[in-house]
């Protein structure tokens, strides 16, 4: 693993923290140091001490980033765009272990909108895993299910883990396969 292209860093907090790729929720101290090898879609993946951890992007000043602000949407906003929204919400969600977003790598199966009796609107949303039981695969489903949720108007998100079709790579998108090399 080269280092040198990564970013060092040291804690100035502790934070929690999620281990890549078992899934497993830690605390990372205060002071402890690492390097950042991903940082997309506003969170950040950190090497500490041999291990890779996905930090959120609401703990980024733990990293003294700056904390990304939430998506906008015009005043008179159709339904069209809060759904362009959303899929571009979750064009910020990335397999931790792979530095393309889950949009492009063909994991988000749909995206429908249910308007509500008081206007605001519910995302229902089926995806996949690049491989089923994937440790990582609750973080996803709860990084959509966030990052969704705060497109405005959008009330609640139902995210859908499914298996059906089975994913496999050519469902990613051709700028995905040239960046994973998987032509």
């Not at 950040?44 to 949407?73: M, Q, S």
């Not at 959509?144 to 959008?154: H, S």
Request: with cysteine.
């Amino acid at each position: 693993m080269n280092h040198h292209d990564h970013e060092p860093v040291i804690l100035r907090r502790d934070v929690d923290a999620i281990m890549v790729p078992a899934g497993v929720p830690v605390v990372l101290r205060e002071n402890k140091t690492g390097f950042i090898t991903q940082a997309l879609g506003g969170s950040f993946t950190v090497y500490v001490e041999g291990n890779l951890f996905r930090i959120a992007g609401k703990d980024a000043d733990a990293l003294g980033k700056d904390v990304a602000v939430g998506p906008e949407l015009p005043p008179n906003a159709t339904d069209d765009d809060v759904k362009q929204l959303a899929w571009e919400q979750m064009r910020t969600c990335f397999d931790p272990e792979i530095p393309v977003n889950i949009v492009e790598l063909g994991l988000v199966y749909s995206c429908e909108l249910q308007q509500e009796s008081d206007g605001s609107r519910v995302a229902s949303i089926q995806m996949t895993l690049t491989a089923p039981g994937c440790g990582m695969g609750e973080v996803l489903v709860r990084d959509v299910k966030e990052k969704v949720e705060l497109v405005p108007t959008i009330s609640r998100a139902d995210v859908e883990l499914v298996f059906d079709p089975p994913w496999n790579q050519t469902m990613m998108s051709e700028a995905a396969r040239l960046q994973t090399g998987m032509m």
